[in-house]
């Protein structure tokens, strides 16, 4: 089920935001602390009467984020009430459970949070609350790190009554999604993103829509993108929508890992995770916890992809493959090999990319900024390299730009000037925020055969789908949600 928490200031206004809810959500959370007057009894009445959907109602003490510092006695006698009134749920917390009287027609959810951390003995204070007399037992707990989420995951794993489990903050917000895979009861999702009522809340709009939560059962797979930062990535939409057109029961969710990859690669072995993607800054330090890797992601040093083959972790890199892929195609059918690049940049693309052509038989000349790290990648490689001065005089039947340069905020920026650029040379830029940057718009107006970083973007996760399903990948749908979502990110 889908909750959606009412955090408003009067019973007029929770009346409205019910009515709204109740198109889309499957039971609204009052939470009665948030009022600035007191609740008086007609007035939960009314609310309560010819509800348009199931209610939990709740009214917290300041001590578990309550808003208001209603003494204790007044804060239960309006749980009391809603009872007597045959509200479906009354959520009081743990501690508080006894002096409540029970009927029929309300379920009891006995709550225990923890806004400072996710206690190691979860399963005690689990047990706790069942003891407590719960019908559905709670525990919302902050998580300091993504590795927390496994102790409530356990607690849901083994729960004998319907558990709502959840840990708060931005590492817990896979909870949210994956609790449903596990058993939760409940998830909570805010109709308005900016009123969420506990923090890591993930919006009404993005649990239906994006992460497909009424789809989720305990068979599906789950898949992520392991990163930091990663709150923006564009990556789940793209494989969410992917799974969706194709039916296949598998959501995508982002993975924020602070520290030490391999430990949360680790961890989650368990859950367990059918594949991941890895970005910045954990692409290399994350060969380390692979089973196996294909040779040329252990000559690049870094992996991007991983597939979970019966409990086995298989590392690849599909950077240069996409790379690859949309220069190939900028060059219409002509092949790499013996073909003159100029390569710009010695940075981590740079490094996948080198490593690509240099597999492809390609002719390759690296130009960067930093000199040092121009000659330590061509060594390495072994191609010719120069420095990024050097660029004006470049020959070149392909140029592909490696580096941020061009990236946003400094779009008029280009790492080749106009007149280095000749008709017949393809021109790759890496950078995808714009897509349409400015070497590339000079290259399209010389008359340059180009291809865009959204090109190789969308390839490397057509590449990933395919590793993981075994299917073709719906490109064209990938392709939209790619263009779409990074036109409404742009610029951030
Ligand atoms: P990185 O490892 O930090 O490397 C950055 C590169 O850019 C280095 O070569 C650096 O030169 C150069 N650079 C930065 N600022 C510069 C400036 N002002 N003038 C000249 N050179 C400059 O970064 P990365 O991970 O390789 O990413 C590079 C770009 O590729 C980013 O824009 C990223 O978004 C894009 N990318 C795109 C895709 C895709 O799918 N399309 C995938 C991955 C990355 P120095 O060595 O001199 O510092």
């Known amino acids: 089920m889908i909750c959606a928490p009412l955090a408003e200031p009067t019973l007029s206004q929770a009346r409205r935001a019910m009515l709204t809810a109740a198109a889309r959500a499957d039971i609204v959370e009052l939470r009665l602390d948030q009022l600035d007057e007191f609740p008086d009894a007609d007035g939960l009445a009314a609310l309560l009467k010819d509800r348009p959907c199931p209610v939990i109602i709740t009214n917290r003490p300041a001590s578990e984020g309550g808003k208001n510092a209603w003494p204790d006695e007044v804060r239960l006698k309006v749980l009391q009430a809603a009872i007597e009134l045959g509200a479906d749920y009354v959520d009081v917390e743990l501690g508080f459970a006894d002096r409540l009287k029970r009927r029929p027609s309300t379920k009891i959810i006995v709550s225990y949070h923890n806004f400072t951390l996710t206690p190691l003995d979860l399963p005690a204070i689990y047990s706790r609350i069942v003891r407590a007399g719960a019908d559905v037992a709670k525990l919302a707990t902050m998580a300091n790190s993504i590795i927390d989420n496994l102790r409530m995951f356990e607690v849901l794993r083994h729960a004998s009554v319907p ?11 896979i909870s949210r999604i994956l609790g449903r895979k596990l058993g939760t009861m409940l998830t909570y999702a805010p109709l308005d993103p900016a009123k969420p ?28 993108v392991i990163g930091n930062p990663i709150a923006h990535s564009i990556s789940p939409h793209i494989h969410n929508a992917a799974f969706r057109s194709l039916g296949i029961n598998a959501v995508y969710v982002p993975f924020k890992v602070e ?6 690669i680790e961890a989650f072995r368990g859950l367990p995770v059918q594949g991941y993607s890895i970005t910045i800054p954990h692409k290399q330090d994350a060969m380390r916890a692979m089973d196996e890797v294909d040779p040329v992601c252990r000559s ?12 086995r972790l298989v590392g690849s890199n599909t950077d240069w493959t996409a790379a690859i892929e949309a220069i190939e195609r900028g060059l ?27 597999a492809k038989g390609a002719n390759m000349c690296i130009y960067n900024r930093t000199v040092d790290r121009a000659a330590k990648l061509a060594e390495e490689v072994g191609c ?20 941020s340069v061009g990236m946003h905020p400094n779009v008029d920026a280009t790492p080749v000037p106009r ?6 040379t393809v021109v790759f830029d890496a950078v995808y925020n714009p897509v349409w940057t400015r070497l590339l ?11 865009t970083g959204l090109e190789m973007f969308v390839n490397q996760a057509v590449q990933q789908f395919k590793t993981w399903t075994g299917l073709e990948a719906p490109r064209e749908l990938m392709e939209l949600v790619a263009s779409e979502k990074l036109a409404e990110t742009a610029h951030h």
């Open 419 to 424: 007149s280095a650029l000749r008709p017949d």
């Open 384 to 403: 010719e390299w120069r420095g990024l001065d050097e660029i004006e005089r470049l020959e070149a039947d392909i140029i592909a730009n490696s580096t």
């Open 197 to 224: 009522t506990a923090p890591g809340q993930v919006s009404l709009d993005d649990m239906v829509g994006l992460y497909n939560y009424r789809s989720i059962n305990s068979d599906t797979q789950v898949y992520g």
């Open 441 to 451: 718009c000079d290259a399209e107006e010389v008359g340059c055969p180009t291809a």
């Open 163 to 173: 558990c709502i489990g959840l840990c708060m903050g931005e590492a817990g917000m």
């Open 259 to 264: 520290g030490d990859v391999c430990n949360f």
């Open 300 to 311: 690049i040093g870094a992996v991007n992809t991983v597939a979970n083959r019966k409990g």
């Open 332 to 358: 219409d059918g002509e092949g790499l090999p013996g073909k003159r690049v100029a390569l710009i940049g010695a940075g981590g693309t740079a490094r996948a990319i080198a490593f690509g052509l240099k």
